[in-house]
């Protein structure tokens, strides 16, 4: 679901919005970028730091308006059960309004994640 450009598309991006990949090279030091499409486009891009396959992804997030300030993203997958764990990170952040903006977004994503990964229809 992270590493396939195909997968990635259907999750990436909060309720309510579509995506598209123009890049994504998932390897260590391969580079992405994603536009997300709502009521406007936002484009994001980075870095890919460390991929270690069923056990975590670092990356690092920057909007396209924006890239001087750049995220640093840490995703660990851990088994559990009959399923899997997964831990998601994001800092630093300017401030708290900011943090709580990427957290909901992100936590739609996540669940949009959830949803695909269960054959539910993703919206």
Request: glycine share 10%.
């Given at each position: 679901?992270?590493?396939?450009?195909?997968?990635?598309?259907?999750?990436?991006?909060?309720?309510?919005?579509?995506?598209t990949c123009?890049?994504?090279?998932?390897?260590?030091g391969g580079?992405?970028?994603?536009?997300?499409?709502?009521?406007?486009?936002?484009?994001?891009?980075?870095?890919?730091?460390?991929?270690?396959?069923?056990?975590?992804?670092?990356?690092?997030?920057?909007?396209?308006?924006?890239?001087?300030?750049?995220?640093?993203?840490?995703?660990?997958?851990?088994?559990?059960?009959?399923?899997?764990?997964?831990?998601?990170?994001?800092?630093?952040?300017?401030?708290?309004?900011?943090?709580?903006?990427?957290?909901?977004?992100?936590?739609?994503?996540?669940?949009?994640?959830?949803?695909?990964?269960?054959?539910?229809?993703?919206?």
């Amino acid at each position: 679901m992270w590493s396939s450009p195909e997968h990635l598309v259907r999750w990436w991006g909060p309720k309510g919005f579509t995506s598209t990949c123009k890049r994504h090279e998932f390897r260590n030091g391969g580079r992405y970028h994603l536009l997300i499409h709502g009521d406007s486009d936002n484009g994001m891009a980075g870095t890919f730091r460390e991929i270690v396959n069923n056990e975590r992804i670092v990356f690092t997030f920057a909007w396209d308006h924006d890239p001087a300030w750049e995220t640093l993203v840490t995703v660990t997958l851990k088994a559990e059960g009959d399923g899997t764990r997964l831990t998601f990170r994001q800092e630093p952040f300017l401030d708290a309004e900011t943090r709580d903006s990427h957290m909901g977004g992100w936590g739609e994503c996540l669940d949009r994640l959830d949803d695909a990964l269960a054959g539910r229809p993703v919206i």
